[in-house]
DNA sequence: AAGTGGTCTAGACCACCGA
DNA sequence: CGGTGGTCTAGACCACTTG
């Protein structure tokens, strides 16, 4: 008997919360899994028994599973069972800003607004933002700062009625918080990764030297109903800076 | 009448099949996209007829809907209907070796290995391996070319005892597909993506100079126990590579 | 008000795994 | 062989969006 073993940490749902019961399902289980009831690599009870102790169906079990396993908390195999995944699992890269990102990691970000302003459309922004080339475009680029440390530069292309933006809002709050207040619901990026060397302005705006490497991020934002929204191409310090992100395998 | 049009395509499904029902369907919904007979932006019919249609129950429509929204081709709203994602989604990073990504992307690759034997393991591969540090590790160092062009130095330690790799197989196939064929299943892994200049033994072998960007991805893979099976160093020539993703708001 | 997806139930049978 | 997750059904009620 001395094999992985089986937890049962303490139920309850709701039943008159607007909280889905899957919802409220797995948030206890990952609240178990952090706080160490459950330790990786320990065993779940099988899905029937869950469904017993929380008086729920087991298609209701298997939906909160799921949906740790989709964030990498948890592994199912069929046969065997579901166990807590040993690996720790990083948060990975979402549709969010740098801005919310270095909030979110505590550290304290501030922004300077380089420019501000509408532009015709180059050849290249018009093909992202899928506009005709010409029509004028806003065109946004800050310096985002941690302390006085240059971070990042970010050069930001959107399509002029999407949203009214001032420079002194975008001191104080991320560009994509600000979408979302304006009600627009981003759904889909398309993202490339790469490296280059500085240029002579870049080196200047992050106080670095011209040609030393650079992370680069471009990224072709979409709203809910598949329209363009936002062009990012930024790049950072990668002396600074750099992505992490978890896969999961399916 | 002139809202965006609802597309029927042809549907059949084979119950005897070992093909799961849902999956049968989402291989039909994503040809009919990916072809055009479903054009970005359409809308589907509801789950309800959807269900008729296909002589399948309603969960199971939804499976198979749900299957295509976490691929990022389908877009749900409630109360309006499921329609087909205008942005185009590029194939995400998943849990494939560069290798299989430059056979599936249709260039030829060819590896040469630099190196393939043991020795003690210092505190950085310990960790990431959680073997004790002075732990005996595999080494393996490849470059990797596509016709006579280097693309990438990959450095990677494995546990000695995992799988037994030859020179010759690490040359005619990519590391990861020789793991799955030795029962290794991955199933997480942690990346980190950045850049920094190219040191002159890196600049050498990847035929740039000295002090160019190079792009930098470090990886540790977990199989489905969550051992750590696999720690990558891997470092690409920024002139001719780079990282894409799609991400999908859940 | 009508139509949509979101959630939930209580069963059922099957495929795979390990002893 | 028993136990596990994987799939599937035929309903039900609810919340949200749009006209």
């Known amino acids: 008997m001395d094999r ?35 330790p990786p690599g320990s065993r779940l009870e099988n899905e029937i028994l ?12 298997r939906q909160a599973i799921q949906h740790l396993v989709d964030k990498g908390l948890l592994v199912r195999k069929r046969g065997v069972g579901t166990q807590v995944v040993q690996a720790q699992v990083r948060r990975s890269i979402e549709l969010t800003s740098l801005y919310d990102d270095l909030l979110a990691s505590g550290r304290s970000p501030s922004t300077r ?39 990042a530069l970010l050069t930001n292309y959107l399509p002029v009625d999407l949203v009214a933006l001032t420079a002194e809002d975008l001191a104080a709050r991320g560009l994509y918080e600000m979408l979302r207040t304006a009600g627009v619901n981003l759904r889909i990026a398309n993202q490339t990764i790469g490296a280059r060397g500085a240029t002579a302005i870049e080196a200047r705006l992050l106080d670095e030297r011209r040609g030393v490497p650079l992370l680069t991020m471009t990224r072709v934002a979409y709203d809910d109903k598949g329209r363009p929204v936002e062009y990012g191409c ?14 999961v395998e399916r």
């Not at 049962?8 to 009831?37: H, M, N």
């Not at 380089?114 to 093909?127: C, H, Q």
């Open 4 to 38: 992985t073993a089986v937890h049962r940490p303490a139920v309850s749902v709701d039943r008159t919360s607007p909280v889905p019961l899957y919802f409220q399902v797995a948030q206890q289980l990952e609240a178990a899994i952090r706080d160490g009831g459950l």
């Open 113 to 151: 607004v380089l420019e501000l302003g509408t532009l015709p459309a180059d050849d290249e922004v018009a093909r992202e933002l899928d506009v005709a080339p010409g029509t004028e475009v806003l065109r946004l680029r800050r310096l985002r700062l941690t302390g006085d440390e240059p971070l």
């Open 50 to 61: 869950l469904a017993d102790r929380y008086g729920l169906s087991r298609p209701t079990i």
């Open 234 to 247: 930024h790049v950072y310090r990668a002396s600074r800076y750099s992505f992490a992100l978890t896969l």
